[in-house]
């Protein structure tokens, strides 16, 4: 699950958004099926190309990767912009690769270098509000939560509601440096 923002002329709200990928056999290219179509601009592209130098640079150093990779957000039909979703869409290719199914009960939201570093990005606060909306609608786990960049601590300014779910431990913010 990636999160976005979706915003209207007077409001903002979080989303998460399903990304997934598939892997054959290939020459170790990822096709950004966003771009392909052009529902993507150009600063995703550039998180796409980010992310595939990364994977390039972990599984590629003694022998080319032999799988081609299609990554795309399913059920999204309007544009897909900005660099936020490049950790999750990560994720979702290196479980592609592996065969090991991600936990559908936790988002991810992060930008990344090519060293797998993460970096911050925008709309933090409602990107989580978002997710802890849409679990309440789906039904509430107290497993449920929200991996963010180590960068974005300092921009929380959630909801009573959050605070309270989270300082109880039924419902996780997670804030990291590095994809790994």
Known sequence: NGLSVMSTSD?????PSRIT????????????IERKVELSG????????ILSAYIASILGKTDKIPLSTHLTFEQSYGGV?????????????????SGVALRQDIAITGSMNQFGESQPIGGVN???EGFFDVCKIKGRKDTQGVIIP?????????R???????????FHIWAISHVE
């Open 42 to 49: 150009s600063i995703h592209s550039k998180g796409v190309m």
């Open 81 to 97: 912009d900005g660099d936020s979703a490049t950790m999750a869409e990560l994720c979702a290719m290196l479980s592609s690769f």
């Open 126 to 128: 409602e990107k989580i």
């Open 21 to 32: 990928a598939t892997t054959a056999f290939g020459e170790g290219r990822v096709f950004d």
């Open 150 to 158: 180590k960068s974005n601590i300092h921009n929380l300014m959630l």
């Open 160 to 170: 009573r509601d959050i605070v309270d779910a989270v300082e109880k431990g039924k």
């Open 11 to 15: 409001y903002q709200f979080g989303a």
